[in-house]
């Protein structure tokens, strides 16, 4: 079955309905109909935490972190194999280290990773990427 890997920007678009939003909308049901696994990495939950903490509050937050919770996305902890690949992306790259760590879990997991986020392209020799929309345009 098909792996693919939602970082934050992928989560955030969908629940800012943005561009990107009805793809990430149809693989979140997708996984709910058991055709794909979603997964997704504790950092960048946590980064989803963060800017909806910073828009909004942290009871706000709390209540999007229940309802990805509730979703068929599997939360995957930073253990060292995947904090070691995420560290040897920020050694080679100008990426975020959160960020990071959702190309590590992709390389990890031999999976997908759907974004929207150009600092990626850095990546694309290393890790599949799914993009939400045209990065040459946006």
């Known amino acids: 079955m098909a792996v693919k890997v939602l970082d934050a920007y992928a989560l ?21 109909d058991g055709k794909i696994n979603l997964v997704m990495s504790v ?9 909806i903490a910073r828009t ?29 690949q995420a560290a040897i992306f920020k050694v080679n790259g100008r990426i975020s280290y959160a960020d990071c760590y959702a190309a590590a879990l992709a390389k990890v997991r031999r999976a997908e990773l759907v974004t929207g986020d150009k600092e990626f392209k850095l990546l694309e020799n290393e890790i599949k990427i799914s993009w939400l929309f045209d990065t040459e345009i946006n």
């Open 56 to 84: 909004n509050s942290p009871g706000v937050a709390d209540q999007y972190i229940g309802e990805i919770k509730g979703m068929a996305i599997e939360v995957m902890d930073a253990d060292w194999q995947l904090t070691r």
């Open 12 to 32: 955030m678009a969908f629940f800012e309905d943005e561009p990107g939003a009805d793809l990430v909308r149809d693989l979140i049901l997708k996984a709910e």
């Open 43 to 51: 950092v960048n939950l946590g980064e989803v935490w963060h800017s």
